[in-house]
């Protein structure tokens, strides 16, 4: 077997937990998992540290599946409160983002279907005055 160990990341820089940040939002936002990422996040807000060591206990097993160095990597971004508080503002500005446009397209139907019903009625009572 060639597994190289790779060894414990004890710190990261702000430049790579804003990478990571912008990666997980992106990741969250484009699923249209947004509410419901926003609501995980702040509801396990307070106990953000146990489940840093949580993840630092299971690493073992999610090395199997998980590239370690960006596992760990995550494991140090959620660790910091500031960083939590960052990943959910990210994720609700790319959620409005994303939202505008599909906002901005349903606005467009709902007036295209009133057009067409006001049409339909329209119709309908010229037929009946003559």
Same mark, same amino acid.
């Given at each position: 077997?060639?597994?190289?160990?790779?060894?414990?990341?004890?710190?990261?820089?702000?430049?790579?937990?804003?990478?990571?940040?912008?990666?997980?939002?992106?990741?969250?936002?484009?699923?249209?998992?947004?509410?419901?990422?926003?609501?995980?996040?702040?509801? &396990?807000?307070? &106990?953000?540290?146990?489940?840093?060591? !949580?993840?630092?206990?299971?690493?073992?097993? !999610?090395?199997?599946?998980? @590239?370690?160095?960006?596992?760990?990597?995550?494991?140090?971004?959620?660790?910091?409160?500031?960083?939590?508080?960052? &990943?959910?503002?990210?994720? @609700?500005?790319? @959620?409005?983002?994303?939202?505008?446009?599909?906002?901005?397209?349903?606005?467009?139907?709902?007036?295209?279907?009133?057009?067409?019903?006001?049409?339909?009625? !329209?119709?309908?009572?010229?037929?009946?005055?003559?």
């Amino acid at each position: 077997m060639n597994y190289k160990y790779q060894g414990i990341i004890t710190e990261i820089s702000e430049e790579e937990a804003q990478q990571m940040i912008e990666k997980v939002a992106r990741f969250i936002v484009t699923r249209h998992l947004a509410p419901a990422g926003i609501l995980a996040i702040e509801s &396990l807000h307070p &106990l953000h540290s146990l489940g840093t060591q !949580a993840l630092y206990f299971i690493m073992p097993f !999610a090395e199997i599946i998980f @590239d370690s160095a960006k596992y760990q990597r995550f494991a140090l971004m959620i660790q910091k409160e500031e960083n939590i508080k960052a &990943l959910v503002k990210r994720i @609700d500005e790319l @959620d409005e983002e994303l939202n505008e446009e599909r906002r901005a397209q349903a606005r467009l139907k709902k007036k295209r279907r009133k057009a067409k019903f006001k049409a339909a009625v !329209a119709r309908i009572f010229r037929k009946h005055k003559s």
